[in-house]
Nanobody, 115 residues
Framework: QVQLVESGGGLVQPGGSLRLSCAAS????????MGWYRQAPGKQRGLVAT???????TYTASVKGRFTISRDNAKNTVTLQMNSLKPEDTAVYYC?????????WGQGTQVTVSS
């Protein structure tokens, strides 16, 4: 069994910053790609950013230059630094981890950007 625990969500004003973290525990072996996705009310879950086990990153266009994804392979964690937040970034954020042919999701953490 693998568990993903997310932290760092909350309420922030437009232009502010938040840092999301996701820690994997349990039967961990050879973690592959790690990523963050988000789902706003009434919308489908979509990609925010991913990072491969080689450190190659991808971002959805709307967050490029504002968000930074990173990972710590020794600690089995993935982090999303979010700067210059906008109201349209409001969503539940989920981390995703792949190991072999298996995919694991976190429980989600709410990010609300509002004045």
């Amino acid at each position: 069994q693998v568990q993903l625990v997310e932290s760092g969500g909350g309420l922030v004003q437009p232009g502010g910053s938040l840092r999301l973290s996701c820690a994997a525990s349990g039967s961990i072996f050879s973690i592959g790609a790690m990523g963050w996705y988000r789902q706003a009310p009434g919308k489908q879950r979509g990609l925010v950013a991913t990072i491969s086990n080689y450190g190659i990153t991808t971002y959805t266009a709307s967050v490029k230059g504002r968000f930074t994804i990173s990972r710590d392979n020794a600690k089995n964690t993935v982090t999303l630094q979010m700067n210059s937040l906008k109201p349209e970034d409001t969503a539940v954020y989920y981390c995703k981890v792949t190991m072999g042919s298996s995919v694991y999701w976190g429980q989600g953490t709410q990010v609300t950007v509002s004045s």
